[in-house]
């Protein structure tokens, strides 16, 4: 969907409520047809948003975007060679935000809306949520995997992002709503609440999974990151409703005074609460206990963290005014979430790929995994570059309390060196044996060359990703169809 014509005038006034201008540089007075945040998507008659990134000023392509047709521009600073009027703003990401929000007309007001953030835990408590709500009429998910539509089919286009720039948010909000959706869950990243993308919206339902150590290359320090984590409450319509991990301690400290709240969690004091767990190699079976009852629930998901996901997802279903008994006959049909806990090759040894890059999300998927392999657990790993590189020997040492065998390799490498990346994870090793390959492709292949009968191999990392990032380009790569390839040189079946 196009955004609606308009005028200057309206998005100065949703600028001017915020307390964002400081200077109006010549006539507001102006017909605007869109809004554009990207020079090289500018259409005649666009406002054109422009902010000081970390990489990038989007005021060098003012000028530019004025010779290409834009009508007006929003700016930090004022840009005297474009000839244009130019609304000067103490915030341009905030200022972007809002005025996409009002140029697409506010889209998520006509649609039950769920924002979902933490370390872990985002993307499969979003598509729960999605797959709960859709029992409601069409849901969609946006985030990691890109736009999951109602229909299950997904429509690339974050550029690589949890989440997405403030025009296309907006955009694709407007769109689903225009498609007749009734619901949208958002996977809140720690980068976009810091950085605005998502205050143009209004969440019905907000959701806090855990926090526990990543992007402090980004935050700094984790104080920072609970700040920018916690900035999600501040989006909650007045009479949304936080749902929050009671288990997490960093929650306690969520300003929710006054705020209407649901918390969840294992055999703990909460409003959702899991009891009587009965895990199985394919699923688990629990009691799910809340002030108005109880429920059998039978999860086609393994693992103690996809039971806080499943809980997550139940707040938001009894937020939407779904009943415990709804709530568990659709999470009885939840569908495989894409590199997940995902099971690739079963014989003649089993290769699972999930998505885990930090210290607690491996040490989660491996102490699930142990007592379910008879055999070896093997696991391959590495770390993202150009990433926080505090976290890299936290994760080894999570590998290595567990894992019969380690293969540390590159993950995403982008500008870094890959063997300085892994020479950071082997230095958590603490003399734990492991083998070290700095081709990913080459580590997996030996991986499944020491695999047994009874044995579990582990591709951790890359999860539903299909591609590697190295320098700045993305490179073909699929660890389902890799595994299927050097399954089938050794002659087995997948």
């Not at 005074?257 to 609460?273: C, F, Q, S």
């Amino acid at each position: 969907m196009t955004s609606s014509p308009s005028t200057l005038q309206v998005v100065t006034a949703a600028l001017e409520v915020a307390g964002l201008i400081e200077v109006i540089h010549g006539s507001n007075d102006v017909e605007i047809s869109g809004v554009t945040q990207d020079s090289r998507t500018v259409q005649p008659g666009n406002l054109f948003l422009a902010w000081r990134g970390s990489a990038l000023d989007a005021h060098d392509f003012v000028a530019q975007a004025a010779e290409m047709g834009v009508a007006a521009a929003v700016v930090e600073r004022y840009v005297p060679e474009a000839e244009i009027p130019q609304i000067q703003v103490s915030d341009g990401r905030l200022a972007a935000a809002l005025a996409a929000d009002v140029m697409l007309g506010s889209p998520w007001a006509e649609l039950f809306t769920v924002g979902v953030t933490g370390t872990n835990g985002k993307t499969t408590t979003a598509l729960l949520a999605q797959h709960l709500l859709g029992s409601r009429g069409a849901a969609a998910a946006l985030g990691t995997l890109g736009l999951v539509e109602p229909d299950g089919s997904v429509r690339e286009g974050t550029g690589g992002l949890t989440t997405p720039g403030p025009v296309a948010i907006s955009t694709w909000l407007a769109d689903l709503a225009e498609e007749g959706a009734k619901s949208v869950t958002v996977e809140a990243s720690s980068h976009a609440l810091d950085q605005r993308r998502l205050d143009g919206v209004r969440f019905d339902a907000v959701v806090f999974t855990n926090l526990s150590q990543d992007h402090l290359d980004y935050h700094t320090d984790m104080a920072a990151y609970f700040e920018a984590k916690s900035h999600l409450l501040n989006l909650m319509k007045t009479k949304g409703c936080a749902v929050i991990n009671a288990a997490d301690a960093h929650w306690k400290n969520l300003p929710v005074e006054g705020r209407n709240t649901v918390t969840y969690g294992i055999d703990e004091p909460a409003d959702l609460r899991a009891e009587m767990i009965e895990p199985g190699p394919s699923g688990t079976r629990f009691r799910m206990a809340s002030p108005s009852g109880e429920v059998d629930v039978d999860l086609p998901l393994i693992g103690r963290f996809n039971i806080e996901n499943c809980l997550a997802a139940a707040g938001v279903g009894t937020v939407s005014g779904m009943s415990l008994d709804a709530v568990a006959d659709r999470l009885a049909s939840v569908p495989q979430i894409p590199g997940r806990l995902e099971v690739v090759a079963r014989r003649p040894f089993t290769v699972v790929i999930d998505f885990a890059h930090t210290p607690d999300a491996l040490r989660g998927v491996l102490t699930m995994m142990r007592p379910l392999t008879s055999g070896r657990l093997i696991v391959v790993f590495g770390a993202g570059g150009d990433r926080d590189r505090g976290k890299r020997p936290e994760m080894a040492r999570a590998v290595a309390q567990v894992a019969d065998l380690v293969v540390i390799t590159s993950d995403n490498p982008r500008t870094e060196d890959p063997e300085s990346i892994i020479d950071d994870i082997v230095s958590g090793m603490n003399g734990s044996p492991f083998e070290r390959m700095g081709d990913r492709r080459e580590a997996i292949g030996y991986a499944l060359a020491q695999g047994r009968a009874g044995d579990l191999v582990l591709l951790a990392g890359k999860g539903h990703e299909r591609y590697q990032v190295v320098g700045t380009e993305r490179q073909p790569f699929d660890e389902r169809l890799i595994v299927e390839e050097q399954l089938g040189r050794m002659g087995e079946a997948v």
